[in-house]
T-cell receptor
Framework: NAGVTQTPKFQVLKTGQSMTLQCAQDMNHNSMYWYRQDPGMGLRLIYYSASEGTTDKGEVPNGYNVSRLNKREFSLRLESAAPSQTSVYFC??????FGNGTRLTVT | DQQVKQNSPSLSVQEGRISILNCDYTNSMFDYFLWYKKYPAEGPTFLISISSIKDKNEDGRFTVFLNKSAKHLSLHIVPSQPGDSAVYFCAAVYNFNKFYFGSGTKLNVKP
């Protein structure tokens, strides 16, 4: 979707590996969000950043860390990936704009 | 425990007719509600929203109704078009940033 760029699009990890999902927006929004979507479920909020320099936990933060590097970028880090973190991850900028997702598989 | 529920996983409607998608919530702290549309392999697309101080909001073919006493909102699409076929999610918000999504309803609009 225009304005929100997520990388990578796909990733396969082994249990215990770490990785960082990147998200960047060019709409000058203060708030940014990370969600995960599992089959048959809606999106669940992992972490959000209401403004540059602030981050807060959402509904399912365990196993994740985030960094709001600047106003444009909000990254999500998995320090030690687990199979339960296999999911599609979406970043959002403001409340209206989503990226196209990162499909992560942990084996 | 799910705070936002969409109890119909799927809905099939004839082109030109009305589509009604429903959503129920449990938390009375929610003060803003949104509907999104999602195609496969894409992120959700914002459709329409409503504040808890209103009971109706309209935007073209899309109308959202909010019944706070029943903790229920619905999305009406009139007339439905084949391009409306997608998964629709409702979301509820409190404290500006605490978002909760329903599990989605897959709408199929038949030509």
């Amino acid at each position: 979707n225009a304005g929100v760029t997520q990388t990578p699009k796909f990733q396969v990890l082994k249990t215990g590996q770490s990785m960082t999902l990147q998200c960047a927006q060019d709409m000058n929004h203060n708030s940014m969000y990370w969600y995960r979507q599992d089959p048959g479920m809606g999106l669940r909020l992992i972490y959000y950043s209401a403004s540059e320099g602030t981050t807060d936990k959402g509904e399912v933060p365990n196993g994740y860390n985030v960094s709001r590097l600047n106003k444009r970028e909000f990254s999500l880090r998995l320090e030690s990936a687990a199979p339960s973190q296999t999911s599609v991850y979406f970043c959002a900028s403001g409340i209206h704009h989503f990226g196209n997702g990162t499909r992560l598989t942990v084996t | 425990d799910q705070q936002v529920k969409q109890n119909s996983p799927s809905l099939s409607v004839q082109e030109g007719r009305i589509s009604i998608l429903n959503c129920d919530y449990t938390n009375s702290m929610f003060d803003y509600f949104l509907w999104y549309k999602k195609y496969p392999a894409e992120g959700p697309t914002f459709l329409i929203s409503i504040s808890s101080i209103k009971d109706k909001n309209e935007d073209g073919r899309f109308t959202v109704f909010l019944n706070k006493s029943a903790k229920h909102l619905s999305l009406h699409i009139v007339p439905s078009q084949p391009g409306d076929s997608a998964v629709y999610f409702c979301a509820a918000v409190y404290n500006f940033n605490k978002f909760y999504f329903g599990s989605g309803t897959k709408l199929n609009v038949k030509p």
